[in-house]
Structure formats: C-alpha cells, structure tokens
C-alpha cells in the first residue's frame, strides 16, 4: 500500500497558474482473503466482504475442498490440502494486477483461522483476523480432518495451555509482524478460552493485538445479533487498519516532501 506526491501547476490563465499538490493512493488496492470455517462455505462471508470491499478493498471468498460442490470429498481431505487450497486462493489474489500484494489481510473463522494463522508463515500478511481459531495437534497431519475429533486427547489438548513453540499454528503467530484482531464467543464450546488465550500470547511479535469478546455467542454464531456484532467488529478493525494506514503513509509523504524542499532551499 502507498500513496503518491505530485507537485504540479494548473493553469488559469495565460500567464497564471496556481501551484497544486495531489496526494493519491496507488491504483493498487489491498487484497482480503475469507476462510470459512470447517463445515461452512463463502456464503458465509461474502455480506462481510462486500462491506469490508467498501473500503477500498478486492476481497476474496471461496470454498475450501471438501465442501459445498466438493463435499463428496469431506470425508478425505486433510489439513495439508485445505492448506494447499488457501495458498492457491492467496497466490490468485496476490497475482490480480489491481492487489497490492504487500498488503493482504487474511479473514478466517474456527477452522479457517487455524489455516489462516499457518499462511501466515508462509506467504507475506499484512493483517489477521481470527474468530475463534481452533487448534489442532501437530500429529496426524495426512489423517483425514473429519477425523481429528475421534482423537480424545484433542478435547484436553484445548483446555490447556500451549506454548508457541510447541505447535505450529502458534509458532506462526509468534512470527507474525502485522496487526492481528482476535475475535471470541462468549459461549464457545468447541473453542473454549484456553485457546483464545493460546493465540494471544502468541502474537508477541505483532505490531497490535486487539481482542474482542462477542456476548452470548456461540461458536457458530448462530443468533443474528451476535452476527451483526462480530461484523460491526470486524469491519471497525479493517478501517482502522485500511484507512490508518493510508492515512499514515500519506502523513509520511508529507513530512518527507517539506523536508525535502527545505533541504533544496538552503543549498
């Protein structure tokens, strides 16, 4: 993301013109990239990705493997092609001529989320943001998903506290230098607090970290105003960070534009 100084004169009259100054994005926008959660679909999430596209933004919303017309397969695809499907989806829209691909924000829910923190460490991500992030165990990689909550261990596994170095979504977080929003439901079930508190202290490295509790939600955010809340939330953040950003880079423009002049003027 960047933002262009243009000095320029516009013309009035034959002998006058007026000294002007553009200050304008670049034609390249930020890329948003949605996951939907394990058992859900992009419907899900494109009401939030037109709002957050509103902001100047190409938004991106798609199915994992495995569901909707893939759901055939649901019974056999693994972390390792879910993960597969979200790089091919980040490569497309970072390769969209109008992205900027140094500024892609991910968007993932439950089990998106958890894919979504393991991009990180593979593919630049300027922003995260998590709903209810789940957790997994390393182990069991190439066992089919719709297989990992036959193991009982998982159960304990997210009521417990996990260092980051100890798995691999949370060592990617610890890495993460962007801004990170961490979203949770106050009557979570399957993500209980334990694994929100996990993410969080692994963001040490993070730029910001804003948390935020959605009241008398449950995990799937079954009732409309627990939905209404999380994508004001939502939606607040990505301005912030959208809009603050421009703003900034634009600040910065200026600063280093004066000094610049001033520097020309007493030489």
Request: with cysteine; aromatic share 8%; hydrophobic share 45%.
């Amino acid at each position: 993301m960047d933002v262009r100084l243009d000095r320029f004169s516009i013309l009035v009259e034959q002998d006058d013109a007026l000294q002007a100054t553009l200050l304008a994005p670049k034609p390249e926008l930020p890329g948003i990239l949605f996951v939907h959660g394990w058992g859900g679909n992009q419907e899900q999430d494109l009401s939030r990705a037109r709002q957050v596209a509103a902001l100047g933004s190409v938004c991106l919303t798609f199915d994992l493997r495995g569901h909707r017309a893939n759901a055939a397969r649901k019974d056999t695809i693994t972390r390792a092609q879910n993960l597969q499907d979200l790089c091919a989806a980040y490569d497309w829209l970072a390769a969209q001529p109008q992205v900027d691909a140094g500024a892609i924000a991910l968007v993932g829910v439950s089990y998106g989320g958890y894919l979504a923190a393991l991009l990180s460490a593979m593919r630049p991500v300027r922003w995260m943001a998590l709903r209810s992030p789940a957790l997994y165990l390393d182990r069991d990689w190439d066992v089919p998903k719709a297989r990992l909550h036959d193991d009982p261990e998982l159960f304990r596994y997210r009521r417990r506290d996990v260092a980051a170095a100890d798995n691999l979504a949370l060592r990617a977080c610890s890495r993460f230098k962007g801004d990170a929003l961490l979203v949770q439901a106050e009557h979570d079930e399957i993500v209980p607090q334990p694994v929100i508190d996990n993410y969080a202290r692994a963001f040490c490295a993070a730029k910001s970290l804003t948390r935020r509790l959605i009241a008398d939600a449950d995990h799937g955010f079954s009732e409309k105003p627990a939905q209404r809340q999380y994508t004001n939330v939502l939606v607040t953040w990505m301005t912030e960070m959208i809009v603050g950003t421009r703003g900034a880079i634009a600040a910065e423009k200026v600063r280093d534009d004066k000094q610049q002049r001033r520097a020309r003027g007493s030489n």
